[in-house]
């Protein structure tokens, strides 16, 4: 799949388009099947306890390979989620960044199918993974 949008490209559409985001995420790489992206974690992401909470995990596995597509196709801000299943598999380190690597495994004209594992800034294993479908509006809607 040709690459679209670096990760510069994708920072300023991001901070443009989903202002009410901006500094929540950061993109790390845009990758040969999709991209790395950061939750940049504060209070506001913390469940009591203080490790990451799940509305959160979802928000960073939504950004990602939301992204990982637009990488791909361009700037589309219409491109919408239209399912997600998401599996919590570990609790995150307290505080820590989470890490998405969000990998396209279809791309077409209408759908696009992603992974998303998601990390916890020093840990090894994978603490969610989510499979999101997302669909994409036909060319000249935006």
Do not use: W
């Amino acid at each position: 799949m040709t690459i679209r949008m670096d990760d510069a490209a994708l920072a300023a559409f991001l901070e443009t388009a989903f202002p009410q985001v901006h500094g929540d995420f950061r993109i790390d790489a845009v990758t040969e099947d999709g991209v790395r992206v950061r939750l940049l974690t504060a209070e506001r992401h913390l469940r009591p306890g203080g490790t990451v909470s799940g509305p959160s995990m979802f928000a960073l596995a939504d950004v990602g390979i939301y992204l990982a597509i637009l990488s791909r196709i361009g700037p589309e801000a219409l491109a919408v989620t239209t399912n997600c299943t998401i599996d919590f598999m570990r609790k995150p380190s307290a505080g820590a960044q989470m890490i998405c690597e969000a990998r396209l495994l279809k791309l077409g004209r209408v759908l696009a199918v992603g992974d998303a594992m998601l990390f916890s800034e020093g840990m090894e294993e994978p603490v969610a993974r989510a499979g999101l479908t997302y669909s994409i509006p036909p060319k000249g809607i935006s």
